[in-house]
């Protein structure tokens, strides 16, 4: 995987972020990690995505989908389905 096949939006602070994190490092996933309290525009894509929510972990694959604090199969899978 390359990095412009995920982006990962996130906080600092979230726990969840942290442990995706972890599991994607461990399975050799790349992302591109994006703070949203940093960058405006992404807090509203990831608002958007979310129904008006601000929920983090969310990654955005290179086809435009989206996936809210998945699981790493998840991640798998949908990285699997756009390629």
């Known amino acids: 995987m390359t990095v412009a096949d995920v982006t990962m939006y996130s906080t600092t602070w979230c726990s969840y972020c942290k442990r995706l ?3 994607l490092d461990r399975e050799g996933i790349a992302y591109e990690e994006v703070n949203i ?7 509203d894509l990831v608002m ?15 086809d ?3 996936l809210t604090n998945p699981s790493v199969a998840q991640v ?3 990285l699997a389905s756009v390629a």
């Open 37 to 43: 309290e940093l960058d405006e525009a992404a807090a």
């Open 76 to 78: 798998k899978e949908q």
């Open 21 to 23: 994190k972890t599991m």
């Open 48 to 62: 958007k995505v979310n129904g008006g929510n601000q929920t983090v972990p969310t990654l955005v694959f290179a």
């Open 64 to 66: 435009g989908s989206a």
